[in-house]
């Protein structure tokens, strides 16, 4: 239902910026929280970044907040994410999510919890 794009190899310090779009008949508008999450290998999958669609508010984890910038484009049907001052940490597969759920307050961090996948776009940070 989703599809992502972007990932690629670069050096310490670069920048790649990765989209989400909708396959088939599924839009993104539609999905409450659009979020990215990563998985690098033998590690489990972790929360990078999310929007809810209803207030537009950003959530980030500690580790990138500062260098990746979400976006959702609603009209073009579309989820972004910025990834500047890239570390070697960050090399891993990032995924795409929606999740239908809703929370007052905060964002949903769980990945058990996110509905709408795409297959993983892979980024490795090397020198």
């Known amino acids: 239902q989703l599809v992502e794009s972007g990932g690629g190899l670069v050096q310490p310090g670069g920048s790649l910026r990765l989209s989400c779009a909708a396959a088939d008949s599924a839009t993104i508008a539609s999905i409450n929280t659009m979020g990215w999450f990563r998985q690098a290998p033998g590690k489990d999958r972790e929360f990078v970044a999310a929007?809810?669609?209803?207030?537009?508010?950003?959530y980030y984890s500690d580790s990138v907040r500062g260098r990746f910038t979400i976006t959702r484009d609603n009209a073009k049907n579309m989820l972004s994410l910025q990834m500047n001052t890239l570390k070697l940490e960050d090399t891993a597969v990032y995924y795409c999510?929606?999740?239908?759920?809703?929370?007052?307050?905060?964002?949903?961090?769980?990945?058990?919890?996110?509905?709408?996948w795409g297959q993983g776009t892979r980024v490795t940070v090397s020198a």
């Open positions: 929007m809810k669609g209803t207030t537009g508010m950003v």
């Open positions: 999510a929606g999740t239908d759920l809703r929370l007052i307050t905060g964002v949903i961090r769980s990945a058990s919890r996110y509905d709408y």
